[in-house]
Nanobody
Framework: QVQLVESGGGLVQAGGSLRLSCTASGSFFSINAMAWYRQAPGKQRELVAAITSGGSTNYVDSVKGRFTISRDNAKDTVYLQMSSLKPEDTAVYYC???????????????WGQGTQVTVSS
């Protein structure tokens, strides 16, 4: 069983910064793409940023230039550095990973439990 454990959320003033971390644990062959999603109250979950195993990244337009996604493959960890935070960034942030299983041929998608980010104005 694979688990994704997130940390780093909290309360910050507008203009501030936070760094989220998400570490995968359990038995698996490797991790393909990893991503961060967010869901604000009353809104659908949206993709914030994603990164491939090779390091290619993509971002939703609203966070470009402010957020940076990165990963440490040796630690099975993905990060989201968030800067110049705005009240509209307030949401529960979820880690997502596409994990290749020990048999190599199967891949499953996993979610973390979510971490709250609140940006005050």
């Amino acid at each position: 069983q694979v688990q994704l454990v997130e940390s780093g959320g909290g309360l910050v003033q507008a203009g501030g910064s936070l760094r989220l971390s998400c570490t995968a644990s359990g038995s698996f062959f490797s991790i393909n793409a990893m991503a961060w999603y967010r869901q604000a109250p009353g809104k659908q979950r949206e993709l914030v940023a994603a990164i491939t195993s090779g390091g290619s990244t993509n971002y939703v337009d609203s966070v470009k230039g402010r957020f940076t996604i990165s990963r440490d493959n040796a630690k099975d960890t993905v990060y989201l550095q968030m800067s110049s935070l705005k009240p509209e960034d307030t949401a529960v942030y979820y880690c997502n990973a596409d994990v290749r299983q020990l048999n190599y041929y199967s891949t499953y998608n996993y979610w973390g439990q979510g971490t709250q980010v609140t940006v005050s104005s």
